[in-house]
């Protein structure tokens, strides 16, 4: 299917796909920032390595996924991305402009994840972590900026969107 989107395509593309993105995204923040989180438990799952490499790659996939998702400004006519759920210009007008640690993030993944580049970085390198809290918490507010408008007409979208109780929520991210 091509863009326009029929709203009954949206409804179930969000319960299925983009629900799996949030989900798959702060279940791997979850995970990775349990309490208890070590490599002494991942060894237990076999080669603790592979697993928290697994965890991570999976996280940051979500989170460009979800970045993408919220921001791209020239989608391809089969990507679905926010501004098909809203009205024409209004998406635009209210999300949060997009933070440089969401960008230098969205990078990263392109340059450490999604692609073979010479911008990788080495394991030798000293600054490999990912501020897994910081960026749940923008992606959680930002959600919810969506997630309003998203869902004005349609009460059965919100858990579509992550709107929900269980979801991490954060006050610094304001809608427009």
Not at 62 to 71: A, K, M, S, V
Not at 108 to 134: C, M, P, Q
Request: hydrophobic share 35%; glycine share 6%.
């Amino acid at each position: 299917m091509k863009r326009p989107f029929t709203d009954a395509f949206l409804t179930q593309y969000s319960a299925e796909h983009v629900r799996y993105e949030i989900d798959m995204f702060f279940e791997c923040v979850e995970l990775r920032t349990r309490p208890g989180f070590t490599t002494q438990a991942l060894a237990q799952l076999g080669n603790h390595q592979l697993v928290n490499s697994a965890l991570i790659e999976s996280f940051v996939v979500h989170l460009r996924n979800l970045i993408d998702f919220l921001y791209l400004e020239s989608p391809g006519k089969t990507d679905v991305v926010a501004k098909d759920f809203i009205a024409t210009g209004v998406w635009e007008s209210i999300r949060p402009v997009e933070t440089e640690s969401l960008k230098r993030a969205k990078e990263r993944a392109n340059k450490e994840i999604s692609h073979l580049t010479s911008k990788r970085i080495a394991d030798t390198h000293g600054n490999k972590d990912w501020d897994f809290v910081g960026l749940a918490s923008e992606m959680s507010a930002l959600l919810a900026c969506f997630a309003r408008p998203a869902c004005r007409h349609e009460t059965s979208c919100t858990g579509h969107f992550g709107n929900d109780p269980t979801m991490p929520n954060s006050s610094r991210t304001r809608c427009g």
